[in-house]
């Protein structure tokens, strides 16, 4: 099996800005530096394909909406 790797998102190359890896899984370092660079590149989510944030904002309420005990969230 061949296996299958990201190596952009929205327009930003992670060779860009992270020392990428097929080995190593994203952590927190390379989301802090992703959004880091996509907030340079973006003010805020409008830009982005309204069709792909309404997906977006469908999930997260679908989460919200299973979401029992909102203390085991903190």
Known sequence: ???????????INFDSFYDVSSIKIADSEFYNSYYKEFFQKFKNFEPLPKEW???????????????TDEKKLQ
């Open 1 to 11: 099996m061949k296996k299958f790797y990201q190596t952009e998102w929205q327009g």
């Open 53 to 67: 944030r309404n997906i977006k904002n469908k999930t997260a309420d679908l989460i919200i909406s299973k979401i």
